[in-house]
């Protein structure tokens, strides 16, 4: 490719499906580390794993990734790492009060309802003291307190903050897109070069099938006057000239490939200009506003079916033997563009 088209695709945002960015800034909350990865797909799909005082910007960071990229599936990891004295975990001091009062009251409960029971029976076993009241051991359990629920909760970003806490993780996120992008658009340029080169490689052999199909006709019509002269030999008869030429003619309608050939090289440079952008303007800001693997996915099946037909057509051995080189060259192609954004 030259430096003019690569330019050019370069414009057009040709880009691959795989990749990968990172990106670290601080924040109030901490540290943030955010790690993108993504493969191919159909569709855009977008999975975010973060720390749950992030949770509620999901969304949020969802809709900043979409505007980055089209297609793909991606993976977004969000790791906060807090600053010496920091906590994730706060607690809910009057939650923490209420269970502490609970226990209190449950206490005096047991020693009264004990101590109105009269004294405890003497322990029948000799030498084994006698127990003592449940309540007179209980030994509060600070690890159970903080497990029960809501005494612990995540240090969430509270609604004066948020504004500026989500600017910060805004302006990380961007940074790992762009290195994302920027992957994922070098690796288009290797494939759309490659692309290119394939385009170049049928385009050739669509030349040497524009030379070999007329040869085609005039093939037949010596195989079939040899063939019917041998035949008629035991009779001493011949075949007329206008009937041969009659059936030679028919012979050459029914394998025509022009019109195919005509289609598979309008397909060809169709190709060649979205994916280098040199299309008309409403076609570039369509390629702009969407993924252009979709497109060329699309051509690429017109491209297959045209070659198909002209194979079909062709007794021609060498025209088929280009056919068979043709279609390896669009498989290369296919695999290539199922991964272009």
């Known amino acids: 490719m030259s430096t003019a088209n690569l330019i050019t695709a370069s414009a057009t945002g040709v880009r691959s499906m795989t990749g990968q960015g990172r990106a670290s800034g601080k924040t109030d909350l901490g540290t943030l580390n ?75 409960e047991s020693i009264a309802s004990q101590a109105s029971a009269g004294p405890a029976e003497t322990n029948p076993i000799p030498g084994v003291a006698s127990p003592q009241p449940a309540a007179a051991s209980l030994i509060v359990n600070v690890a159970a307190l903080t497990s029960l629920p809501g005494v612990l909760s995540f240090d969430r970003v509270s609604d004066d903050t948020a504004g500026q806490v989500w600017q910060q993780v805004r302006l990380v996120l961007i940074d790992a897109l762009e290195n994302l992008v920027a992957m994922r658009q070098q690796e288009g340029l290797n494939m759309a070069e490659t692309l290119l080169a394939d385009c170049a490689v049928i385009q050739q052999h669509v030349r040497s099938i524009q030379t ?38 028919i012979y050459a309608d029914r394998a025509d490939v022009s019109e195919e050939i005509t289609r598979l090289d309008s397909h060809l440079k169709l190709f060649q200009s979205v994916l280098l952008g040199e299309n008309s303007d409403d076609l570039k800001s369509s390629v702009r506003d969407d993924a252009i693997g979709r497109k060329l996915d699309f051509i690429i099946q017109e491209m297959f079916r045209e070659t198909n037909t002209i194979g079909s057509k062709s007794a021609h051995s060498d025209v088929s033997a280009i056919v068979v080189e043709i279609k390896c060259a669009i498989e290369r192609m296919r695999e290539l563009v199922q991964n272009l954004e």
Request: net charge neutral; glycine share 6%.
């Open 212 to 249: 070999l199909a007329p040869q085609a006709a005039e093939s037949y019509r010596a195989r079939l006057e040899a063939k019917v002269n041998r035949v008629l030999a035991d009779f001493d008869a011949q075949v007329g000239a206008v009937d041969l030429l009659r059936e030679v003619q």
């Open 34 to 108: 955010i790690e993108l990865r993504s493969v191919n797909n159909r569709g855009f799909k977008c999975s975010i794993r973060s720390p749950e005082s992030l949770s509620g910007a999901e969304s949020k960071i969802e809709a900043v990734v979409r505007e980055y990229l089209h297609r793909g599936s991606i993976n977004l990891s969000i790791n906060l790492e807090r600053d010496q004295g920091q906590t994730p975990l706060q607690i809910n001091e009057a939650v923490l009060a209420g269970y502490i009062r609970q226990c209190q009251s449950a206490i005096r």
